[in-house]
């Protein structure tokens, strides 16, 4: 094992160091060259007059070489991680954690990091600042995600930093860094070098086409191998994770990890970026405050719980840098059993990671104003029910302007929606779906003229279920009410009629349109 470990750590370092041989003799080369050629050139008295413009080209070429090669080489060796986000907390601010942390690197083998970082995402690292191309250790820092927390239980979270901490381990898996950083240095040369020669409409020096496509080729060779080395080197720290956290909690911990990351996506694209798209945003704290009530709604954990179920049919690819999560899930089960249960749910559900933090709401309070410090301009903060109704309305007026504006210009008049189901029962609904655009699916799949009008029926639809809620919140008939289960909101209709619009939509599209159940929900 240790033999195997040491030929992959060679193969690694042989890597790196031939891309900085291969920067070295690209410039030596094209001196080599250079003089070969001036000599050829110049070195008689009967040179050609096309002898000064030749020498001219080769310079230009050599120039422009350089300026790639040490454009690569420079960005190569200066690779640092990018800026660091999140807070970081001392033992003083949050000593559970860093208890917790210090233990799992002593069962892990490694020395614990010097800083800990709390961030604003569904992941957990451990970042080196490493020395002498990665190959000398650093100072270590730990990035602990918030949401993750907010997602995991205690055990499981331990596995995750177990797992992180594994990938340090000087007993298994000491080579993850260091590929890491192969890859890493080789990948910002090639970004450097894109930058230099990939710009349309920028000038170009002779011949930098050609050394960035042996950059590229070089590139895809430290990529298939420090991929490799790295999924290698995952199965590895997962055996950690397993052995630290229990067998169980680490299979549990990979498993919640998609749910959880698309759980955090939708949380910022639904509740967070509806509102800040109105120039909305919630208090500080609400942030990612707002993301630990989302997953302890009833609903969105039955959402999760399919979600963990659902058979993962990912397949594994050579450039990928972590195995299939369903492969890592059955590397793990297949280990022995310890005998370590996930958390007992006797008392109520198992307790969230999130609660190790002291004084949680100065940290949702930190982290949340340097989210809205980035990504906020002018946003105003509103509670989460200001938020869903006018993020609701506002996204009602969006959607339903076409079919409004359209029925506009038939009447000759600003529209409202009984001017619509006026049209409708004057027989102008076929007039209605001729003048309506094609819709971009009809239009992708090219749909022939006659089956376009089904296309057109779904849009409208759409259409006249936000225009309802346009002209129904406003005018006090409906209510817009924050939900977790929703989508920007969810609209409540006096006497419980949300059923009664939905199917008065699909009325108003049937062969015989129907007006009569709108008509009980938006009256004249």
Partial sequence: MRMATLGRAAKIVALLLGFYLLCLLLLVGMVVLDVFAFKLLFGTTNAGWHAPKLALVLLAATVGIFIVVVRGLFVSVRVRRKDLTGIPVGPADQPELWRRVNALAEVVGTRPPAEIRLVPEVNAAVLEHAHLMGLLPGKRRMMVGVPLMQALTVPELEAVL????????????????LAGRARAGVMAAMQAVSKQVGKSGKFQWPGSQIYAELFRAYAILVLKQTFAISREQEYAADRIAATAGGRENAASALRKLPATDAAYDLYLNEFIGRGLARKLAPPPVEVLGGFGEFLADPERAKQMAKFDDADDEQEAHAFDSHPPIPDRIAAIMALPDDGRAPAPAADGPPTRAFALLANPYAVLTALGQQ??????AGAQIADWETIARTARIGSAQENSQPIVHLVS?????????????????????????DRMDHTETARKLNVPPPAQREFKKNALG????????????????????????????????AGGQEKTLGEGVEALLTMWPDTALIRQVVPA
Avoid: C
């Fill in 162 to 177: 177990a797992h992180e901490l594994g990938h340090y381990s000087d007993r298994h898996s000491r080579l993850a860094p």
């Fill in 371 to 376: 989210m809205l410090r980035e990504h906020v």
């Fill in 409 to 433: 210009t038939m009447i000759g008049r600003p529209a409202r929606f009984t001017d619509f189901l006026a049209l409708v029962e004057a027989g102008r609904l076929p007039e209605i779906l």
């Fill in 462 to 493: 759409r259409m006249l279920a936000a225009w309802a809620v346009f002209e129904l919140v406003p005018s006090g008939r409906a209510t817009i009410r924050h939900s977790w289960s929703g989508f920007g909101g969810e609209m409540q209709l």
